[in-house]
């Protein structure tokens, strides 16, 4: 009996179609289905891989998980077979923090062009964005305000309503608040005065082109 929580098909399924079938490392982006010779077919290089591994011992293995969460979509990430071997051959280089922004980031890509011709999706995924930008991109399309806070010598971003932290990873507001200057640099948003930060004409015009937040009221 195999001692690895691995994904079920159904989760498989879910993985592949959330991100409309594409590789989810953001320099790759291969399509990972497509016909075959034989008119019954479909070819297939995607993997649903593990974010964190499904045995001990793999890479970036979890034992705080129950076998259940490290079979759930919310472990998976959906590559193409050659980024698949080089997350998991090179873990180091490649941790949890970097899949789970690689997995927001294709999922965002691909909520936003749900149902739009592809002249109208062209323009909202040029320049290139990481997970963390769009997702502070997004939470700030409304009003253009995103806040860069600081406090008992932590620094973190609030957009949206929303603080862009989590107490037990320091490494994710690390992350938002190099998107914030990313997007400074990029000119998609300006520094307005103290903490406050605000979209450019630009940045808004691409905020919005990837509509409202998956599960939001909009």
Same mark, same amino acid.
């Given at each position: 009996m195999s001692n690895r929580d691995d994904f079920p098909? *159904?989760?498989?399924?879910?993985? @592949?179609? $959330?991100? @409309?079938?594409?590789? *989810?490392?953001?320099?790759?982006? @291969?399509?990972?289905s497509g016909p075959q010779a034989n008119p019954s077919k479909a070819v297939n290089?995607?993997?649903?891989?593990?974010?964190? #591994? #499904?045995?001990? !011992? =793999?890479?970036r293995y979890d034992? #705080?998980?129950?076998?259940?969460?490290? #079979?759930?979509? *919310?472990? !998976?990430?959906w590559l193409c077979q050659t980024c /698949?071997?080089?997350v998991d051959n090179d873990a180091a280089r490649y941790p949890v923090a970097t899949l789970l922004s690689w997995k927001r980031a294709?999922? +965002?890509?691909?909520? @936003? %062009?749900? !149902?739009? /011709?592809?002249?109208?999706?062209?323009? /909202? $995924?040029?320049?290139?964005?990481? !997970?963390? %930008?769009?997702e502070l991109l997004m939470a700030c399309a409304?009003?253009?305000i995103i806040g860069r806070l600081r406090a008992? =010598?932590?620094e973190w971003v609030r957009a949206g309503g929303r603080d862009f932290a989590d107490s037990s990873d320091r490494a994710v507001a690390t992350l938002y608040v190099d998107a914030l200057l990313s997007l400074c640099a990029r000119g998609l948003c300006r520094?307005? $005065?103290? +903490? $406050?930060?605000?979209?450019t004409s630009a940045g808004f015009k691409l905020a919005r082109g990837f509509g409202p937040m998956p599960g939001s009221d909009a």
């Open positions: 098909r *159904s989760v498989k399924q879910v993985l @592949a179609s $959330r991100v @409309a079938h594409k590789c *989810s490392r953001p320099d790759c982006r @291969a399509r990972t290089v995607g993997v649903a891989a593990h974010i964190t #591994a #499904a045995s001990g !011992g =793999g890479p034992p #705080a998980l129950s076998p259940e969460q490290r #079979a759930s979509a *919310s472990n !998976g990430i /698949a071997k080089l294709a999922e +965002l890509e691909a909520h @936003a %062009e749900v !149902g739009k /011709a592809m002249q109208a999706i062209t323009p /909202a $995924r040029s320049p290139k964005v990481t !997970g963390e %930008e769009i409304e009003d253009g008992s =010598g932590e520094h307005d $005065r103290g +903490l $406050r930060y605000v979209l």
